[in-house]
């Protein structure tokens, strides 16, 4: 038998705050915080326009997507990529 349980504060956030792109992820009770200078990140598909996206840049990386439908990630990577060239 096996048993899925989802937390109800599991989520991703994604912001840009203070001139930082800044990530946050909570899954399980882990708490995962990781910020990035926007003119040095790289947001990409991990494999395909419909994996997670991975956000990269200074040496670290974070996957992000998981609580978005896998064709509307694609556009989330736009968005994201949108707000970084305005920052």
Excluded: N, W
């Excluded at 840009?16 to 882990?30: C, F, I, P, T, Y």
Aim: hydrophobic residues 35%; proline residues 3%.
């Amino acid at each position: 038998m096996m048993l899925y349980a989802r937390h109800a504060t599991d989520g991703e956030k994604i912001e840009l705050q203070g001139g930082r792109l800044v990530v946050e992820l909570e899954d399980g009770g882990h708490y995962e915080r990781t910020e990035f200078l926007p003119h040095q990140v790289q947001i990409e598909p991990q494999t395909s326009d419909r994996s997670l996206i991975e956000v990269s840049g200074q040496g670290r990386s974070v996957r992000v997507g998981r609580y978005v439908r896998p064709e509307l990630r694609a556009a989330l990577a736009r968005e994201i990529r949108m707000a970084l060239r305005g920052a």
